[in-house]
Nanobody, 127 residues
């Protein structure tokens, strides 16, 4: 399992922007798929976005499509989530997750299929 560390959370007004980062600590990070999930207060954890290491392999939840952009710098073992037009319902703890993907093509949405998780970073959107 690779260790994941998120950063970049905070308090932001509705309509604002925020960028989250997730650093993977192991050299095997170059052949992993990485994703963002979130858990809002009183709700279950939900998929936000996923990116694999092959170019162009990304997928988004419908609720964030067009507002969030997931990206990664493979050389730095780092993944980002650029969030814009933030809405109060996006207030949640955001988690970075990963799974091994030698093919670089799969895009998983189920949290059960992820083997590594970060500790989470709080994002609060003020209305």
């Amino acid at each position: 399992q690779v260790q994941l560390v998120e950063s970049g959370g905070g308090l932001v007004p509705a309509g604002g922007s925020l960028r989250l980062s997730c650093v993977a600590s192991d050299h095997t990070a170059r052949t992993i798929a990485m994703a963002w999930f979130r858990r809002a207060p009183g709700k279950e954890r939900e998929f936000v976005a996923v990116i694999n290491w092959r170019p162009g392999r990304v997928d988004y939840a419908d609720s964030v499509k067009g507002r969030f952009t997931i990206s990664r710098e493979n050389a730095k073992n780092t993944m980002y989530l650029q969030m814009s037009d933030l809405r109060p319902e996006g207030t949640a703890v955001y988690y970075c997750a990963a799974y091994s993907s030698p093919s670089g093509t799969t895009l998983r949405r189920s949290s059960d299929l992820y083997s590594s998780w970060g500790q989470g970073t709080q994002v609060t959107i003020a209305s």
